[in-house]
């Protein structure tokens, strides 16, 4: 008996120590993780969304956490490739309305290959059910953390030019000879509450000096991508901060012609004018306003010049000059003449 009360002490001792080690473990965790949130919010990218985060201080913890280790079993090597091919043709359709596997490649970057399963290249007839795999819950974890970046507006993701693989001969397996960089760019109208179409520019890096360089792009022609690119910094563009500073100079451009473009478009579906027009740079607007054909010219948020024609009386050089000054105040000046 007394060997059991012993080794009930033992045991209540060894349990109490487990407790305290394990709320000691909680504390470091939670100190190392307010020491990590201290270090980024003094870093420059997060400054630049700081209000964001303030209203939604959600989204910070969310951004700011790793993402989940994934499970190796998720997407562990078919089984089917180990076997010789008789096995391997025998088990391919086990039930008559099985899928035929896809061939898989290693051509895709490392960073998203394992997010590419056989289940997505499939050509499901639309009565069959998509399957269900265990990869699946994992991808899509991966695009709502993907999803919470673009809020941004300015994103990164991998690419590959076909033309910059070649092919190892010694371990028969294809290798990308030069990188390559995509990024991003989504701006948000507030007046029809989602996300415009998004723009895109491709870099390619120099092998030799390793720094990036402007290869493609879908960025409307009045910005100039090149410009930007070269004057974007002092130096050669080679770290992602440098990209973004880039990519942050063409994101505000986009910006700014798309707020031009939501308030001209405004006073046209509220009565104020009528047969509005305007350039893809929201830089060169016409309306008629009151029997009257004006013309204005834009520089950023300002009206720089305004011309009305198909009007002789001697007031119109005033009518003109009214036109004139800030673009949030044009609606204004408007619902003042048509009063």
Known sequence: MAEIGDLEQDIEALTKEIDFLTDK????????????????????????????????????????????????????????????????????????????????????????????????????????????????????????LENAYRLFGITYFPVVDPSDLRKNEATNEMIVTRDMLGIRLEIFNERDSKFEKPYYILLKKNSKTLAWELFKHTIPVYIDVQNSFQNSTTVPITTYEDVYLFAKEVYINLAKGSERRQQLIELEQEGLVTDLQVDLESAQVSFVLNGLQIQLLLNDQHVVSCFAKDHGDSELGNIEQLFLGPLRELKHTIRHLKN
């Open 25 to 144: 473990r909680d504390s470091l965790k939670t100190k190392v993780k307010l020491n990590n949130r201290s270090l980024l919010t003094k870093h420059p990218l997060v400054k630049d969304f700081q209000s964001l985060f303030d209203s939604f201080p959600h989204l910070f913890d969310t951004l700011s956490n790793q993402v989940p280790e994934t499970n190796p079993d998720d997407y562990e090597v078919d089984s089917l490739l180990l076997k010789g091919p008789e096995i391997a043709r025998q088990e391919i359709f086990k039930e008559p309305n099985d899928v035929q596997r896809i061939v898989e490649h290693k051509v895709f970057d490392d960073s998203i290959s394992n997010l590419l399963g056989k289940n997505i290249m499939s050509s499901v007839p639309k009565h069959k059910s998509w399957p269900t795999n265990p990869i699946n819950s994992g991808l899509i974890e991966k695009i709502r």
